[in-house]
């Protein structure tokens, strides 16, 4: 029995919702559970805003949650929570207290307030609407609700990232079903699943792909020296696309389409970077290498002279090295000082991708927590770098508790969706607020 792809809204006991201010740039995505679903969440990165996401440890009181919310806005934006709130208590859903109904409501925002107009952020009303469409069917990946102002690839700030979106990606065998829904906010870039980069940073004239990696590399000791120029390698990795199937057999693939690679040498790169060696020269060139050999193996005996010299060296220094060191242990200071944003030497605004995974595979609340810790090294595949200081990335688990799984498989299995629902989450985006898409970029 294989896995076949299947709607993320497909899966039982779940209702998924959308609302957005497409011309603010904001929006909120909501997953209702009217039972409550056995719950989990792992919140990494230096700057998160959420809601209680406590009331998921292990250890607390509260087994299942009504409600996780994925909303925009920054710490405004957690406003939306209330709103959902309000909207399953006047459902009768929640929590029982006494004679009250009290929703376990539970809630992450990202950032996205340097798109559109800043001044608008979900609220109480969005995060209602965001119910409403929940109930009614009205849910999409794209640029829909908390994906509606995201965008990745931002180490030199706005002017260079890329327009990314809600992603989702599900999947059943006809008994266990697992899906996830990714707002994709990254600092860093979005890569596929054959590690291609599919969204991030752009070039000057934004053109291609120039990937945050290669660039950051340059800011290790502070604000780094110039940018390398842009010259696009001919076989660079955004001139690939993927998508998404289903074989003969019903298993899930990742589709690898190559498009057509531009080779942008020039007769004159050409000139000068290609020699021919003819025929007719084959002795000449044989006894210079000869030559050359007597050279190298004078070089490599005064090199392998010199590299004992300096062990013997190091080996003398190696007790007043820790000294220093010990000294240093001492006094009491902190190893690192933090850094401010000021000082990194670059324009950057605060990031953040969201995450919520759906089953109904058999979970203790532990394991719920467990698996959303595994689940992280989906977003460490799909974006590079990832967990920043300037990321709050949160990922939820839900889960309506009907089939046993095995632990571990069902985690490899969940991994794998969640890096797909991200991947989606930026081949799903479309051009907006002055920002590029994936779609068009990549095949240029």
Known sequence: M?????????????????????????????????????????????????RETDL?????????????????????????????MKYLEEKGIGFKVGERNVPIVTQASLYDLDVGSGDVRPDLNMGAQACINAYEGIFDHGNHGAGTGASVGKFYGMDRAMKSALGTFACSDDVLEVGA?????????????????????????????????SVMKNHVHGEGGPEAPDI??????????????????????????????????????????IQTIKTSDYEAVSEEIEDNKEDSRSEIDEIESKIKELRAELESNSEHHDTLFKEDSVQGEPDHEPIPVEEMGYDVPFNTTLSCLITNAKLTKTQANKLASILHDGFARAI????????????????????????????????????YSVIDGALAATDAYGLKASRSIIGK
Do not use: W
């Open 2 to 50: 294989g896995f076949k792809r299947i709607d993320v809204r497909d899966i039982d006991g779940f209702k998924l919702g959308n609302a957005e201010n497409q011309s603010a740039g904001t929006g909120c995505t909501v997953i209702i559970s009217e039972n409550g679903a056995v719950a989990g969440v792992d919140v990494r990165g230096g700057g998160p805003a959420t």
């Open 56 to 84: 998921l440890k292990s250890e607390n009181t509260v087994q299942a949650v009504n409600a996780v919310v994925l909303s925009g806005g920054s710490a405004f934006g957690l406003e939306a929570g209330s709103g959902v």
């Open 181 to 213: 829904i990714t707002a994709v906010n990254a600092f860093g870039d979005v890569y596929n699943g054959n590690n291609n980069i599919i969204a991030g940073l752009l070039s000057k004239d934004k053109e291609y792909i120039k990937g945050s990696i």
């Open 232 to 273: 696009r390698d001919p076989f660079k990795n955004d001139e690939i696309v993927v998508t998404n199937e289903v074989d003969d057999d019903g298993d899930v693939n990742t589709e690898i389409d190559e498009l057509s690679i531009k080779h942008d040498i020039t007769d004159q790169q050409n000139s000068a970077d």
């Open 384 to 419: 590079k770098p990832v967990h920043g200081t300037l990321d709050g990335d949160a990922i939820f688990v839900m889960t309506t508790n009907q089939v046993e799984v095995n632990f571990d498989a069902f985690a490899a299995l969940a991994t794998d969706i969640l890096q």
